[in-house]
T-cell receptor, first 113, second 113 residues
Framework: DTGVSQDPRHKITKRGQNVTFRCDPI?????LYWYRQTLGQGPEFLTY????????KSRLLSDRFSAERPKGSFSTLEIQRTEQGDSAMYLC???????????FGPGTRLTVT | SQQGEEDPQALSIQEGENATMNCSYK?????LQWYRQNSGRGLVHLIL?????REKHSGRLRVTLDTSKKSSSLLITASRAADTASYFC?????????????FGKGTKLTVNP
């Protein structure tokens, strides 16, 4: 069990650029979540996958954000036309069938300049 | 938006003392979980209490839940310098069905050696 991994750990980009983050959940975890955390706040839910199906999206997820989990394993989160307000830590978590606790990755810290 | 609030926002104690953090939330829940986050890192699951439970223990952790008051407390006994971190409560709302977590803003705990 290698835990949840995220790549990259840090990303600095200029406003208007597109960025893509990757999350590899714990193997055999069928549920995968994306959260966003800004300084001094708790994580906020963005979206949820069960296997390859995206079952819920927060209204925080504007049309510039898209997430995929094509084969029910790793997931990607893409932000198009980044804005300074997108600067945050993006956290991925996974959980196993029947379990309620979530296992978090180390996060990707995005800075938009 | 955040589900609720942790109290206090910051807590500083000496090693060996007990630390108590409180959490209030707004909607009916399936369970409440506590997570720890070391500076700039991912979250680590500590303990989960279900809505039909009132108290739970795990090692030096004790969590209580009062659903009538929509509140929970986390007690860390015999604190250590390594307990220094931010602590978040997270609720799984009854409505929704995705098992997403709704986090508070956290309590920043400092344990002085």
């Amino acid at each position: 069990d290698t835990g949840v991994s995220q790549d990259p750990r840090h990303k600095i980009t200029k406003r208007g650029q597109n960025v893509t983050f990757r999350c590899d959940p714990i193997s055999e975890h069928n549920r995968l979540y994306w959260y966003r955390q800004t300084l001094g706040q708790g994580p906020e839910f963005l979206t949820y996958f069960q296997n390859e199906a995206q079952l819920e999206k927060s209204r925080l997820l504007s049309d510039r954000f898209s997430a995929e989990r094509p084969k029910g394993s790793f997931s990607t989160l893409e932000i198009q036309r980044t804005e300074q307000g997108d600067s945050a830590m993006y956290l991925c978590a996974s959980s196993s069938p029947g379990a309620d606790e979530q296992y978090f990755g180390p996060g990707t810290r995005l800075t938009v300049t | 938006s955040q589900q609720g609030e942790e109290d206090p926002q910051a807590l500083s104690i000496q090693e060996g003392e007990n630390a108590t953090m409180n959490c209030s939330y707004k909607t009916s829940i399936n369970n409440l979980q506590w997570y720890r986050q070391n500076s700039g890192r991912g979250l680590v699951h500590l303990i989960l209490i279900r809505s039909n439970e009132r108290e739970k223990h795990s090692g030096r952790l004790r969590v209580t839940l009062d659903t009538s008051k929509k509140s929970s407390s986390l007690l860390i006994t015999a604190s250590r310098a390594a307990d220094t971190a931010s602590y978040f409560c997270a609720t799984e709302p009854t409505q929704g069905g995705s098992e997403k977590l709704v986090f508070g803003k956290g309590t920043k705990l400092t344990v002085n050696p």
